[in-house]
């Protein structure tokens, strides 16, 4: 089944779930230097542009649209969902979602791994570990985020019942995405990449839940090359 036609499936199955695309943003200043970005913004890089018009060229040729397009409210996601649908004609349609967000990082944001590392050491060796319960000082811990990504892509699906819905969010509410989908504990180290503008496509079931249908999709993507800095 091609990855992007709907119409093979039955008409029983078809009409039981909502389809989501879940993108990452473009890559960003801030990806190619390390920095923690949170709820702070940087600009997509020249890369990051060709990364978003390369996907929503990518949508035009296979013919996809969305019944509701929603972006994280952050400049970073918000400049790669127009750039997306432009080539499709459906940038008119964009709705800023603040649940969307990254995850806050707080008092870590603006800082890159070093920098942390040297000025609040106690918090560097709890971030890097992954500990799912670290909240950074006026920031959110994973589980916490963990609650939010659910909570926030649960209700966008359920006002779209039988629709076709595009997320553009970040990184962190990806991978968020994936764990609550697959069972996937915030324990487990983190074995999946999570690529700029890769094409993430989710069902939502009304009766079963979420299941997972592609990941990591980067054809649009002249070469493999990735960027994934994340924990």
Avoid at 81 to 103: F, H, N, T, V, Y
Avoid at 164 to 183: P, Y
Avoid at 194 to 216: D, K, M, Q, Y
Wanted: a negative charge.
């Amino acid at each position: 089944m091609d990855l992007f036609d709907r119409s093979s499936l039955t008409t029983e199955y078809r009409y039981r779930m909502t389809i989501v695309y879940i993108i990452r943003h473009g890559e960003t200043e801030w990806n190619l230097k390390g920095i923690h970005q949170g709820h702070m913004d940087s600009k997509l890089t020249a890369k990051g542009e060709k990364q978003a018009e390369g996907l929503g060229n990518r949508f035009l040729k296979s013919e996809i649209s969305f019944d509701a397009i929603y972006s994280s409210d952050l400049g970073r996601a918000l400049r790669t969902a127009e750039q997306i649908c432009a080539p499709i004609g459906q940038e008119k349609i964009i709705q800023e979602e603040p649940s969307l967000r990254e995850r806050s990082l707080g008092n870590i944001e603006g800082l890159t791994y070093p920098e942390l590392a040297d000025r609040m050491p106690e918090d560097h060796k709890r971030h890097v570990t992954g500990d799912p319960d670290y909240k950074p000082e006026g920031g959110e811990s994973w589980r916490d985020f963990l609650t939010r990504a659910e909570s926030s892509l649960k209700e966008i699906a359920l006002r779209h019942d039988n629709e076709q819905i595009l997320c553009v969010t970040h990184g962190g509410f990806v991978s968020m995405a994936l764990r609550f989908c697959l069972n996937i504990s915030l324990n487990d180290k983190r074995r999946f990449s999570i690529p700029n503008t890769a094409v993430n496509v989710f069902e939502f079931h009304s009766e079963s839940g979420w299941r997972l249908r592609t990941w990591g999709d980067i054809s649009h993507f002249k070469n493999g090359k990735i960027l994934d800095e994340m924990l």
